[in-house]
């Protein structure tokens, strides 16, 4: 099987890397630097102290069909990535975005969610929904400034068709290679709620720590924080629960923020290397949404405005405070 990885950041690199060490075939796409450096070094992830190093063939990009291709980039880059790399994506095969926050798949006939995800329709266009697979990654990445990954936990990968009409065993051979890999994929019942109860952690804490500067468990150790992430969360759940999507509680969220222990999430990262933030795909995306439905996101609305005025990200420690001041928390968070 021929996999293709676009993009050679902390998912792409850590894809790169598990897959290449374990023997499958890959071909990862970079830029400039990071495209010499790897064509040079290979890949490289610590994996909880396991080191996995491949040497593998890296391109511009793609130039020939594979069998299957992640998409490894942030949301609103796909659309380019996609058709720069058509060369490599033919009708059979299978294209897996792995990215946070809703998916340009999410709810095809959304016009709404159009406009956030798949601004130009691109997307829609080039990808037949059958060769889509939905993918959830739980695993926390970052790279040195030589581009070695570490990961600090269990990759584990949901993965299962997005069109109600395509063949659930398709993909059955792609994820037996990434078991393979040490990576633990499994099919969800319903690949959608998986979505969303990734997104439930991404909404609460992604924003903030970005806005504040904070790892995962700063925001799980610091009440006010906490209270923030908490009331995010319950504008979030409030309409997942109007949609009929019944997510974690609270007490999961918290669990979640302390075990994960102090990462920066992909966004604070993104915030601190004055790259552009994930805002689409995490916060609007699934605001327009809300608001479709006649709800309001009053707090993430605060934290999103703060982010906007801010003169640079992530703020400094001693401005923290006056930036949490004053959100829209329901009483039940107020300390
Ligand atoms: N970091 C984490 O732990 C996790 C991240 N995620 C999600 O995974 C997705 C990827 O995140 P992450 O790996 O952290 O992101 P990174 O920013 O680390 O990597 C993105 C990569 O995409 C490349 N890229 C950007 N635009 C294009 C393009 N048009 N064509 C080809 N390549 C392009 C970048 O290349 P260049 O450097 O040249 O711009 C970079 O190598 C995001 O949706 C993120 O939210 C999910 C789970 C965990
Ligand atoms: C680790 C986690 C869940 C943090 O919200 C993540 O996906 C990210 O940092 O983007």
């Given at each position: 099987m021929e996999i293709g990885i676009i993009g050679a950041g902390n998912v792409g690199t850590a894809m790169a890397a598990l897959l290449g060490a374990h023997g499958a075939r890959v071909t990862v796409t970079a830029r400039g630097a990071r495209l010499a450096r790897i064509r040079a070094e290979g890949v490289h992830l610590d994996d909880r102290g396991t080191p996995h190093h491949a040497a593998i063939a890296a391109?511009?990009?793609?130039?020939?069909?594979?069998?299957?291709?992640?998409?490894?980039?942030?949301?609103?880059?796909?659309?380019?990535?996609?058709?720069?790399?058509?060369?490599?994506?033919?009708?059979?095969?299978?294209?897996?975005?792995?990215?946070?926050?809703?998916?340009?798949?999410?709810?095809?006939?959304?016009?709404?969610?159009?406009?956030?995800?798949?601004?130009?329709?691109?997307?829609?266009?080039?990808?037949?929904?059958?060769?889509?697979?939905?993918?959830?990654?739980?695993?926390?990445?970052?790279?040195?400034?030589?581009?070695?990954?570490?990961?600090?936990?269990?990759?584990?990968?949901?993965?299962?068709?997005?069109?109600?009409?395509?063949?659930?065993?398709?993909?059955?051979?792609?994820?037996?290679?990434?078991?393979?890999?040490?990576?633990?994929?499994?099919?969800?019942?319903?690949?959608?709620?998986?979505?969303?109860?990734?997104?439930?952690?991404?909404?609460?804490?992604?924003?903030?720590?970005?806005?504040?500067?904070?790892?995962?468990?700063?925001?799980?150790?610091?009440?006010?924080?906490?209270?923030?992430?908490f009331a995010v969360a319950g504008e979030f759940r409030a309409w997942a629960a109007a949609a009929g999507y019944a997510l974690p509680s609270d007490r999961w969220l918290g669990d979640l923020l302390l075990d994960a222990g102090d990462f920066p999430t992909s966004m604070l990262q993104d915030a601190r290397a004055g790259r552009v933030l994930e805002l689409g795909a995490i916060c609007r995306a699934p605001m327009g949404l809300a608001r479709g439905a006649g709800l309001a996101m009053p707090c993430l609305a605060a934290i999103l405005a703060r982010l906007e005025a801010a003169p640079a990200l992530p703020l400094p420690e001693a401005a923290r405070a006056a930036a949490l001041a004053g959100l829209p928390l329901p009483l039940a968070e107020r300390t």
């Open positions: 391109l511009p990009r793609l130039d020939a069909p594979q069998d299957a291709v992640f998409l490894c980039v942030k949301a609103q880059d796909l659309p380019e990535a996609v058709a720069a790399n058509a060369a490599g994506i033919g009708p059979g095969t299978l294209v897996v975005p792995m990215v946070n926050g809703l998916p340009f798949w999410f709810d095809p006939a959304s016009a709404e969610l159009g406009a956030v995800l798949d601004p130009g329709g691109l997307l829609r266009a080039r990808l037949d929904p059958a060769q889509v697979l939905g993918a959830v990654l739980l695993m926390t990445i970052r790279r040195d400034a030589a581009g070695r990954a570490t990961s600090t936990n269990t990759p584990t990968l949901s993965l299962a068709p997005v069109a109600g009409d395509t063949d659930p065993g398709r993909g059955a051979g792609l994820m037996a290679v990434l078991n393979a890999a040490g990576i633990r994929a499994s099919a969800p019942d319903d690949i959608r709620e998986a979505v969303l109860v990734k997104l439930l952690a991404n909404i609460a804490t992604n924003p903030l720590s970005a806005l504040t500067g904070c790892s995962l468990a700063q925001i799980g150790r610091d009440p006010g924080l906490r209270a923030a992430a």
